[in-house]
């Protein structure tokens, strides 16, 4: 009997793709790849869904970005088609919203696959919506956006992390570390050569 391995997320950027969180819905599915194809077990070990996909990216909020024929859609837990192969890469569900990158141009959809956010032109995008904001990179900076694609922080910090309790951190070019609240606005400021801000860091202030 052939072998079926079993792979882990290491990276939100791997080129394979990523086991269901066990908060998903539904029973948790695990990729597997076997004679180059991918398809998913569950707990048990048992085949799901036979492999037969070029490229997974795992479950996530129900749905999982998978590759067919060189385009990317997205399949449910049965392995139907919920939304069809048709762009050129994906990410996963976050917030109800997925990214699709049409060519160079990324977009993003909900889970009907109806695009919600129209494409236009990012140097880099984060991986998925947290809080309802998204960082972006244009020029070279990093700002953020909101589910409906309006700018909340301008692209002018040359870092930014994900929201998280309604705040996010972000670096500027002269080496100052800031946290800023969800419309952008900055909330504190962390002078270069101190600690390095962070929920765990001890602060007199």
Do not use: C
């Amino acid at each position: 009997m052939k072998s079926i391995t079993i792979a882990l997320m290491i990276g939100i950027f791997a080129v394979a793709g990523f086991a269901q969180k066990k908060d998903d819905k539904g029973m948790p599915l695990f990729w597997i790849r076997e004679d180059g194809k991918y398809g998913y077990i569950d707990k048990a070990g048992k085949v799901v869904i036979a492999p037969q996909y070029e490229n997974t990216m795992g479950f996530n909020e129900g749905l999982a970005a998978t590759k067919k024929d060189g385009k990317y859609g997205y399949i449910d837990t049965k392995g139907k088609w919920v939304i069809k192969p048709q762009f050129d890469f994906t990410y996963k569900f976050s917030d109800g919203l997925a990214m699709v990158r049409i060519g160079k141009q990324y977009a993003w959809i909900d889970k009907t696959g109806k695009t919600v956010i129209q494409p236009r032109d990012y140097d880099e995008v984060a991986q998925g919506f947290s809080e309802g904001r998204l960082a972006v990179k244009k020029d070279g900076k990093w700002g953020y956006i909101d589910k409906a694609g309006r700018t909340v922080a301008e692209t002018k910090f040359k870092k930014a992390s994900t929201f998280n309790g309604g705040v996010a951190q972000v670096e500027t070019d002269d080496g100052m570390h800031h946290w800023i609240n969800a419309e952008g606005k900055i909330i504190w400021s962390q002078k270069p050569g101190e600690k390095k801000a962070g929920s765990g860091s001890h602060s007199s202030h």
